[in-house]
């Protein structure tokens, strides 16, 4: 690998890095207390359980 692809490796790595840190921000700002829109944690948690629920119950339902 020459050092320009390295170089680029590098900066593509990096570029990922930035996009899954930002992703992870916009994931933690729902719940962050200072956002006047926050979601409940409890509650989401909740819906999560259900719709996991609900969607093991439908591939039981299809059988094998």
């Known amino acids: 690998m020459t050092h320009y ?3 680029q490796n590098l900066k593509a790595n990096l570029i ?3 996009i899954f840190y930002t992703n992870r921000l916009e994931d933690l700002w ?3 207390p200072e ?3 926050k ?3 409890v ?3 909740n819906a ?3 719709e996991i629920h609900l969607l ?3 591939i039981q339902q299809l059988g094998e």
């Open 5 to 7: 692809e390295e170089k």
């Open 16 to 18: 990922n890095d930035v």
């Open 30 to 32: 729902q719940y962050h």
């Open 35 to 37: 956002n006047p829109k």
């Open 39 to 41: 979601l409940d944690v």
């Open 43 to 45: 509650d989401e948690y």
């Open 48 to 50: 999560l359980k259900n």
């Open 56 to 58: 093991e119950d439908r």
